[in-house]
């Protein structure tokens, strides 16, 4: 029976002997369990047995919400996944990513190679913004905060500014 081979794959993946990404373990183990669920109905149907034997119905309980559990586990195993290809790639092509001016009523004090920091020439009263950042790019926006990294941001030497996006801030976006 092919159910056997299934869990037993699904432990070895699950303690590491076999490598078989996030989603092996909860896919083989839950796949196991589904084929007996499928086996076991299919048996009542083509052979008319009497359906459901004493207890059958709480191990149909318990397989189906292992199997929903398994499909959770492999759910999340996936998203683990693509966030991780997906912050990969960003880290590959921060040049996709728009290039950002930005102008500070205060200096900022960034020492980052590659960020280029002017004081704007005193216009009077009016001026607002006295410094100018160039050489960042975008890298998020998300809950009325921009992420911006240098233009040569790395993963091993990288930094972060985390500014609000309120009326203390000017930003222009470029093409990447």
Request: proline share 6%; with cysteine.
């Amino acid at each position: 029976m092919l159910v056997v081979p299934l869990v037993v794959l699904g432990f070895l993946t699950g303690f590491e002997v076999i490598d078989a990404g996030p989603m092996g373990t909860p896919l083989l183990l839950g796949g196991a369990l589904l084929l007996v669920v499928l086996a076991r109905l299919l048996a009542v149907r083509t052979t008319g047995a009497p359906y459901p034997l004493t207890g059958e119905r709480a191990a149909l309980g318990i397989s189906t919400a292992l199997i929903v559990l398994c499909s959770f586990w492999a759910a999340g195993g996936f998203a683990h996944q693509k966030g991780e290809a997906d912050a990969e790639r960003l880290a590959g092509n921060l040049a996709l990513r728009p290039a950002v001016v930005l102008d500070t009523p205060e200096r900022l004090y960034l020492q980052w190679s590659g960020v280029d920091e002017r004081a704007l020439p005193d216009a009077g009263a009016g001026q607002r913004f006295r410094y100018r950042y160039r050489g960042l790019r975008l890298l998020a926006q998300a809950d009325g905060r921009m992420f911006l990294i240098p233009h040569d941001w790395t993963w091993d030497a990288g930094n972060v500014l985390i500014l609000p996006v309120d009326a203390n801030v000017r930003i222009v976006f470029h093409p990447g």
